[in-house]
């Protein structure tokens, strides 16, 4: 038979992280293909998603949350809600996951070079920012200003603490996190993300902002981003459909005639404002 | 390519020849319905009727279907499934052999679809002209015909006392390799009857849908209230997309028990308002009026701008079926009138 796409190649939790606990929480998974030949010919830019998936269970498409620059291993972060989901938070290290991938189009990341990027980022779609925002800062001499605005109900709903923690501390790239509501203790910003970003005001010379989060924070980010004189085609995001197949035959994914799975999910704003079809 | 002849007389022989070396799958009688199945006689075999009810598609690409086997656990095994057989399938009507070419479309491209491609390649497609179209026949539409051989590789058309045969590529030929007794070299005079024959169930067609401009004028009418009133009386039975011979969604599920297991895939329907229900519980497509206007954008709009064909072959069957007569040759045409 022909080379099967549909097939996983196996690979096994090498560590699991809690990022997040609560009624929805998150956790980051540490995967590494049985085959090192697999391992190292798995190669992707952030954007990217892989299908995940449980034996048994079923599979799962996750936006790569690790950057390709980290080699030898991929992460997905996952936040607990259906089926899948929930069975992958009661795995454990050792235990074993299928993935086939990498699947989608990426951040345009030589395309951007020389620009000033503004990411700005909610709940889980803080995961694909993640594996940009790494891989940036990893060839930091290519990039302009670098600005990071993530946000979260609470402090602890917040993603990826540690990392943040360092990247604080670098002087070439400015953090803004925030938080919905006051706590104890909080210093930094207290509102809403897009709200967040205006305050930040980042300038849109030679800019280029990507948003990724909840549908409501997105839309709200890309009026404030246009507010700030953002044009649309310095913004770009990311869509969600519902997913099978992960390589565009299932039919599921459609928005108009493309496939989120293959065609997306990196957009721009221009792109989107083209195309009809709901979502 | 090659014209050639068969008697009728000797029809079961070029079957029980067929069978000799492959899998025959031909139109079979079954309670009410007519349906492809394997036989292993040639009077098994049905040959007298329009359409079958269930299109043939199902034999290249199954309702249900194993994609591969696996061990579950922390010992994880994955086993792949063989899908290599060489089968023909005799009877198949130009339409449903035209539907297959259209899916051919979307099971290539970026990645290929292994099950759909190698059964693909191991199929001959033995097709029979239609020589007596239904009412919501419409295949004309599309510049086709009830007796085209372009997407066959032997074309058969009834002329009367024998069968007028197209050979129309290597694939066919080599099929009836070492049958030549059984076929003999057509004459002018066969050939005019097919054009008779073919022109006759032509006019029998009675139903149009005008597909002039549908795709740019579908591109302006998205949003146009149209659509709800189309879409008012579908109960969501999905039995159009089931039974589309174009149709291709599915739904990929694990079967398993603590020891094995299998990812198998099934037929799904845009139909259904689960289809695009994501894990948070929002639906982009919740209400019917999504669901039936995505059906026919897909065929009408997304289809042709990633393809360049139009998903509908005319075959009426979504329209034989609905239960509440929900039908495309009218919904197209009139969407084509609505003023953008
Ligand atoms: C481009 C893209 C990137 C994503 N990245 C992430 C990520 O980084 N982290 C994360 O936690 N989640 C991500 N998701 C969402 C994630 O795929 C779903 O939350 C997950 O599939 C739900 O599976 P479940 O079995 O727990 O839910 P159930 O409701 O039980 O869903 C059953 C099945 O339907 C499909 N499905 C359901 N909802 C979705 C959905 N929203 N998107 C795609 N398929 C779905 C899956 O095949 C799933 O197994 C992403 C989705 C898309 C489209
Ligand atoms: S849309 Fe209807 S008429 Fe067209 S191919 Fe499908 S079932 Fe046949
Ligand atoms: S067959 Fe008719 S009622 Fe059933 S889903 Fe299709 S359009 Fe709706
Ligand atoms: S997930 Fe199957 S087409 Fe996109």
């Known amino acids: ?279 | 390519m090659d014209k050639m002849i068969l008697l009728k007389d000797d029809l079961s022989k070029f079957i029980t020849e067929l069978l000799k070396k492959n899998k025959v799958f031909a139109p079979i009688q079954s309670d009410d319905t007519i349906l492809f199945d394997q036989i292993t006689r040639p009077s098994e075999m049905n040959l007298d009727f329009c359409k079958s009810e269930i299109p043939p598609k199902n034999l290249l690409f199954h309702q249900t279907e194993t994609l591969f086997k696996f061990t579950p656990g922390t010992k994880a095994k994955i086993e792949s499934v063989d899908v290599d057989e060489k089968k023909v399938i005799f009877g198949i009507r130009p339409c449903d052999a035209k539907s297959i070419a259209i899916l051919d479309h979307a099971f290539k491209g970026d990645y290929e679809d292994p099950y759909f491609l190698s059964r693909r390649d191991n199929t001959a497609l033995v097709g029979l002209s239609c020589n007596k179209p239904e009412i919501n026949c419409f295949c004309t539409s599309f510049d086709d015909s009830p007796a085209s051989s372009k997407y066959v590789d032997i074309l058969l058309t009834d002329i009367g006392d024998k069968y007028y045969v197209e050979m129309n590529n290597e694939k066919g030929k080599q099929l009836t390799e070492g049958m030549s007794n059984l076929f003999k070299h057509a004459k002018e005079s066969d050939a005019k009857k097919k054009k008779e024959v073919e022109k006759k169930a032509v006019d029998m067609i009675s139903r149009h849908q005008k597909t002039n401009g549908i795709v740019e004028k579908l591109d302006k009418i998205f949003e146009n209230p149209f659509w709800k009133e189309v879409a008012f009386k579908c109960v969501g039975c999905g039995t159009c997309t089931y039974l589309c011979p174009t149709c291709h969604c599915f739904d990929i599920q694990d079967e398993s028990t603590l020891t094995k297991g299998a990812r198998v895939r099934v037929w799904d329907t845009c139909m259904n308002p689960e289809y695009t229900l994501q894990a948070s519980g929002y639906n982009p497509r919740p209400a019917r009026t999504n669901r039936v206007k995505n059906r026919i954008y897909h065929k009408y709009n997304y289809y042709p701008k990633n393809f360049d064909v139009i998903a509908c072959v005319g075959c009426g069957r979504c329209i034989d079926l609905c239960p509440v007569n929900i039908d495309i040759i009218d919904v197209v045409t009139r969407a084509g009138e609505v003023k953008a």
């Not at chain 1, 989901?85 to 951040?107: I, K, M, Q, W």
């Not at chain 1, 909610?122 to 200003?145: C, E, M």
């Not at chain 1, 509102?191 to 902002?209: C, E, M, Q, R, Y």
């Not at chain 1, 565009?248 to 065609?263: E, F, H, M, Q």
Request: charged share 25%; glycine share 10%.
């Open chain 1, 1 to 279: 038979m022909k080379e099967n796409p549909y097939q996983p190649w196996l690979a096994t939790i090498e560590d699991v992280r809690e990022e997040v606990g609560g009624k929805r929480p998150i956790k980051t998974f540490k995967l590494k293909f049985q085959d090192k030949n697999v391992q190292n010919n798995f190669t992707f830019l952030p954007g990217q998603c892989a299908m995940v998936s449980l034996l048994g269970m079923g599979e799962c498409f996750f936006a790569i949350s690790s950057s390709p620059t980290k080699k030898g291993y991929i992460e997905v972060s996952v936040m607990k809600l259906g089926k899948v989901t929930t069975a992958l938070h009661e795995s454990e290290t050792g235990d074993v996951v299928g993935v086939r991938g990498p699947y989608g189009n990426y951040f345009d990341v030589e395309g951007w070079k020389g620009k000033n990027l503004v990411f700005i980022g909610g709940g889980i779609g803080q995961a694909p920012l993640r594996s940009l925002i790494n891989y940036i800062v990893d060839n930091r001499k290519n990039y302009g200003k670098l600005d990071v605005i993530y946000g979260a109900r609470s402090s602890k709903d917040l993603s990826y603490k540690q990392e943040f923690d360092e990247l604080e501390k670098r002087k070439d790239v400015n953090v803004h996190l925030s938080i919905d509501v006051e706590e104890d203790g909080w210093k930094k910003f207290v509102g809403f993300v897009p709200d967040n970003l205006l305050k930040v005001k980042p300038s849109p010379n030679n800019s280029i902002a990507i948003t990724c989060g909840p549908p409501i924070m997105i839309k709200f980010v890309i009026q404030n981003l246009e507010k700030l004189g953002y044009t649309e085609d310095q913004i770009f995001t990311t869509l969600e459909m519902r997913m099978k197949c992960g390589i565009g035959k299932c039919g599921r994914c459609n928005i108009g005639n493309l496939y989120v799975c293959k065609d997306g999910p990196v957009f721009s704003y221009k792109q989107l404002k083209n195309i009809y079809g709901e979502r």
